[in-house]
């Protein structure tokens, strides 16, 4: 299993940037995927976008794919969200997950607030 921790949330105007790093540690040889949901209130938890541990899949969700980008830096153990043009609906917990091999349950970050202002 793998433990992971997000940061580089915060509060920022519309049109602004922010780039949230998720770092993990434990298990990293079991590692295949990580990426990116996020939940606002009253809302179901989204995917962002993923990113696989070794090669070059990386897929990010279409409503923001032209604003997000994702990648990851292996000899940190990190992976990242870069997320342009923000807008008030980007307002959101992102979460960081990670996908292992041998294991069928995702691990979680603990969260880290977006707040994009009008």
């Known amino acids: 299993q793998v433990q992971l921790v997000e940061s580089g949330g915060g509060l920022v105007q519309a049109g602004g940037s922010l780039r949230l790093s998720c770092v993990a540690s434990?298990?990293?040889?079991?590692?295949?995927?990580m990426g990116w949901f996020r939940q606002s209130p009253g809302n179901k938890r989204d995917f962002v976008a993923r990113?696989?541990?070794?090669?070059?899949?990386?897929y990010v969700e279409e409503s923001v794919r032209r604003r997000f980008t994702t990648s990851r830096d292996n000899a940190k153990n990190t992976v990242y969200l870069q997320m342009n043009s923000l807008k008030p609906e980007d307002t959101a917990v992102y979460y960081c997950?990670?996908?292992?091999?041998?294991?069928?349950?995702?691990?979680w970050g603990q969260g880290t607030q977006v707040t994009v202002s009008s």
């Open positions: 990113t696989s541990w070794s090669g070059e899949d990386t």
């Open positions: 997950y990670a996908e292992t091999r041998g294991d069928p349950k995702r691990s």
């Open positions: 434990g298990y990293i040889d079991s590692l295949m995927f």
